[in-house]
């Protein structure tokens, strides 16, 4: 089982930007599909972005493209998730989640972080 800690979150005006990260450990990182997803309050639990294991291609939610960037780093563990331009509707707790798939379906995630709290302030 993989065990997942993201970083990187905290408050930021609107129109800024942030770097999440994700750390893996306790398994093998680079056999896996790292995906991000974000839940608004009130709202379900929304892909935002995946990138395959060698990192070679991603994909993104049509609202998000050009915005933001999934990357990693298989060497160090980690996924990362630029984002810039950010808007209040941005504000989100933020996931990321390990997948055998290349995939935007939740339910083919199965290891999972904590998540970290992104506030965008207007």
């Known amino acids: 089982q993989v065990q997942l800690v993201e970083s990187g979150g905290g408050l930021v005006q609107a129109g800024g930007s942030l770097r999440l990260s994700c750390a893996a450990s306790?398994?093998?990182?680079?056999?896996?599909?790292m995906g991000w997803f974000r839940q608004a309050p009130g709202k379900e639990l929304a892909f935002v972005a995946a990138?395959?294991?060698?990192?070679?291609?991603?994909y993104y939610a049509d609202s998000l493209k050009g915005r933001f960037t999934v990357s990693r780093d298989n060497a160090k563990s980690t996924v990362y998730l630029d984002m810039k331009s950010l808007n209040t509707e941005d504000t989100a707790v933020y996931y990321c989640?390990?997948?055998?798939?290349?995939?935007?379906?939740?339910?083919?995630?199965?290891?999972w972080g904590q998540g970290t709290q992104v506030t965008v302030s207007s």
């Open positions: 989640a390990t997948s055998l798939r290349y995939t935007g379906v939740v339910r083919h995630y199965e290891s």
């Open positions: 306790g398994g093998t990182f680079r056999r896996y599909v």
């Open positions: 990138i395959d294991a060698p990192g070679e291609s991603t």
